[in-house]
């Protein structure tokens, strides 16, 4: 029994001290290729911070612009919501046929999880990138690049809560012969709609951080004014534009928390 244990131990140990050497190793020969050092890094901390005081603080010009930071913010925090809205109930008509629960035919289920995949792995910057070609730099472009990413991520995700969360309910609808509407009305969404509200408060609070990037390349929203601002080196009004961005992602964080805790 302690041969047993000692054994184990060793084969953790070696298992450990693998994974850190081969980690460290990954470290030192991507920092070689990319003539990356940690000391040029850490060292220029000091200088980061103290131009970060000094330029990078509102002033009187950048409050007399705060209505229109906060039409744009309003904009994007709108849009976030309208895509994390319509992307939640695509998602979950697709995670239906995507489930293994329901039973849903084997090309079918494989198709919706292999368009998830493809949908959730390209990130959304890339999307908003490949939809200005098509349709220029407008709120549009915004709207399907976060659209195509959330509707990847919930898929992937509502199809694991249903696999997950509603299998014994399923399964006993089943046996008493109910068809697939009943299924889904009666023993899917009642044991799932907490964890698919959930996942979709998390996706607005992610939206509305992503729109602002997206917003840089698309011209549009806070993410414009932050673009435009920081460009212009008007350095108090960038600033203001990120306060007020991270308010508001704050403010959206408490609301989906206390949301969670009521329908939990």
Not at 160 to 181: K, P, Q, R, W
Not at 247 to 261: A, D, G, H, T
Request: contains cysteine; positive net charge; hydrophobic residues 55%.
């Amino acid at each position: 029994m302690v041969k047993d244990k000692q054994t184990i131990f060793q084969k953790r140990k070696i298992a450990y001290f693998t994974v850190f050497s081969s980690i460290l190793a990954l470290y030192i020969l991507s920092s070689i290729v990319t003539e990356f050092k940690l000391t040029d890094g850490v060292m220029a901390f000091p200088e980061a911070a103290s131009w970060i005081v000094h330029k990078f603080v509102p002033d009187a010009k950048a409050f007399t612009r705060f209505p229109k930071i906060m039409d744009r913010l309003l904009e994007t925090a709108l849009l976030s919501v309208a895509v994390t809205s319509i992307a939640t109930v695509v998602a979950f008509i697709f995670s239906l046929f995507g489930s293994r629960t329901l039973k849903s035919h084997g090309i079918l289920n494989q198709a919706v999880r292999m368009t998830a995949a493809f949908f959730r792995n390209v990130p959304d910057v890339v999307w908003a990138m490949l939809l200005m070609f098509s349709f220029g730099q407008n709120i549009l472009t915004g709207f399907l690049a976060l659209f195509f990413s959330t509707f990847g991520m919930l898929t992937r995700s509502f199809i694991e809560t249903i696999d997950e969360v509603s299998s014994a309910c399923v399964e006993a609808l089943d046996a008493t012969g109910a068809n697939f509407a009943q299924i889904v009305f009666q023993g899917v969404i009642p044991s799932t709609v907490t964890a698919l509200i959930t996942w979709a408060l998390y996706m607005i609070e992610t939206n509305i951080r992503s729109a602002t990037l997206i917003g840089i390349l698309t011209a549009t929203g806070i993410g414009y004014l932050f673009d435009m601002y920081y460009k212009r080196l008007e350095f108090g009004s960038a600033s203001l534009v990120v306060i007020c961005i991270v308010v508001l992602v704050i403010i959206i964080e408490n609301i989906s928390n206390k949301l969670r805790k009521v329908i939990s």
